[in-house]
């Protein structure tokens, strides 16, 4: 997880070849975490989205020190679903920091849906999971500080509904909305992490050295995976353990993300 890594003049900022699959306006964001870590104290508002690689939460309120959080999925732990009699249902779990991701530590969250959809986007982010973990490399590179700059206008297949049976598995009768065009913008740099499309490989970047909390982190991440039988949990075994379990089969890949269209903006 990253502080203030996933925002851009008043948007969401997500890496290269990253999709948006649902965005929802209506948030309310709560942490436990470390009492030294400012941004995340108090009652946060605003949007989330579930993307290819992570969840995605940027602030309404522009002065609040929070202005947006990344959730990659393989640092993702004890994530449950909660209906309760009164108020509205909430996603709860834990989350651990990324290398460069501005903290240190891990945070427990719980994330409201004020207008409904809760159980859907849930059910949608464990799915969106386990087709990370199991693309996850053996080996994968050391992650790379987040961006600062190179970042442009997001042309459009990377948040408008993919026409393919791939994505058959997301809620767009739910979420049937976009995020307006003007507040999606793009990295020029790939994501540090897994996501659905196994055509998407790791990048090779040359980063810098990491400290012995970041090295932990990232080993973390690498030996993450989801189990379809305990629905709502995140593991990260041992480098002894065993292999990550077998994945339902679905229809195919979703297409390959065109160089062509990543420049066409």
Do not use: C
């Not at 386990?130 to 190179?150: D, F, Q, V």
């Not at 065109?258 to 903006?265: F, G, L, T, Y």
Request: glycine letters at 8%; charged letters at 15%; a neutral charge.
């Amino acid at each position: 997880m990253s502080i203030n890594t996933a925002h851009a003049q008043g948007g969401v900022l997500i890496f290269a070849g990253e999709r948006i699959l649902i965005y929802y306006d209506g948030i309310e964001l709560t942490f436990e975490g470390p009492a030294s870590v400012t941004p995340l104290k108090g009652k946060k508002n605003g949007r989330v989205y579930l993307t290819t690689h992570r969840v995605i939460f940027n602030n309404k309120d522009g002065k609040d020190s929070l202005q947006s959080f990344s959730f990659p999925f393989l640092l993702m732990r004890e994530v449950e679903l909660e209906q309760p009699i009164f108020g509205s249902n909430y996603i709860k779990g834990r989350i651990l920091a990324e290398p460069y991701g501005n903290w240190q530590g891990e945070a427990k969250f719980k994330m409201f849906f004020t207008h409904g959809g809760a159980i859907e986007f849930g059910k949608a982010m464990l799915t969106a999971a386990s087709l990370a973990s199991r693309n996850r490399p053996p080996n994968p590179p050391p992650y790379s500080p987040p961006p600062t700059a190179g970042f442009y206008a997001a042309p459009p297949p990377a948040y408008e509904p993919p026409q393919n049976s791939f994505y058959s598995w997301v809620p767009y009768d739910t979420f049937p909305n976009a995020p307006p065009p003007q507040t999606v913008f793009m990295s020029e740099a790939p994501p540090p992490y897994p996501g659905v499309d196994p055509n998407l490989a790791y990048p090779s970047p040359s980063a810098p050295m990491m400290n012995g909390h970041d090295a932990k982190a990232q080993e973390a991440a690498a030996s993450a995976y989801y189990d379809p039988s305990n629905q709502h949990n995140f593991y990260a075994p041992a480098a002894h353990a065993m292999a990550p379990p077998a994945y339902p089969n679905y229809s195919g890949p979703p297409p390959a993300y065109s160089e062509a269209e990543k420049k066409s903006n």
